[in-house]
């Protein structure tokens, strides 16, 4: 029996989409789906009960949204393919999440994802998050998009300090990033929205309400 709505989560057998998927597990309101490429990430996932299904960011998506009620794409290609994933398989997605009726999308983006030319050295990521962000507003499906600053593996402390824009840079922790993205599924929360997260003392939900 399904407990909640379904999450379908790109990414994750990434450190952020693993975090996600278990945070959503252990949540009373959703029941992840993991999209896997391999079919031993399939098993690993299955193991622990843990819906699945295969595709490839770079191939047919069509397929992966049917039983989704919300989607969050916290996949990246780690700079090996930032076109073919993290700019065009965010906008396939987005496009397979809008034909299936999905009620939320929710983006990972980045910091400087509003400005590529903040940085020469990360320049096409930023380019290629930014398309992506631009198709996911104008699909007409309900969104929220988080651009966090520069990751880090600490321990998740609860706490972000969030803003439309801010004017320094900073860093986050993957584990409260992958918070925020939970914290941000329901559908009257920042509906729509844009907006970045550095680490800070706001509670997440305090501060995705607020």
């Known amino acids: 029996m399904s407990k909640g709505k ?46 699945t299904i295969l595709a490839d960011l770079e191939k047919d998506l069509s397929h992966t949204t049917e039983n989704a009620h919300k989607v969050i794409f916290a996949a990246g290609s780690g700079g090996k393919n930032v076109i073919g994933v993290d700019q065009e398989g965010a906008k396939k997605l987005t496009d397979a ?24 050295d990360l320049h096409e990521y930023l380019k290629a998050k930014q398309n992506a962000d631009e198709h996911l507003r104008s699909s007409g499906i309900n969104y929220t998009i988080v651009r966090p600053g520069s990751l880090n593996n600490k321990d998740a402390s609860g706490k972000i300090k969030l803003e439309e824009k801010f004017s320094e840079m900073g860093e986050i922790s993957r584990a409260d990033v992958a918070r925020t993205l939970v914290a941000v599924l329901e559908d009257d929360i920042r509906s729509n929205q844009t907006f970045e997260i550095l680490s800070g003392d706001t509670e997440i939900n305090n501060a995705v309400k607020a």
């Open 97 to 120: 999440a809008k034909s299936s009726g999905a009620s939320k999308f929710v983006m990972l983006s980045s910091m400087g994802a509003d400005d590529p030319s903040v940085s020469e």
């Open 6 to 51: 379904n999450v379908l989560v790109a990414g994750a057998t990434g450190t952020t989409g693993k975090i996600i998927v278990d945070l959503l597990k252990n949540s009373s309101e959703y029941e992840p789906i993991a999209m896997v490429r391999k079919e031993e990430q399939q098993k690993e996932f299955e193991s622990q009960n843990v819906k």
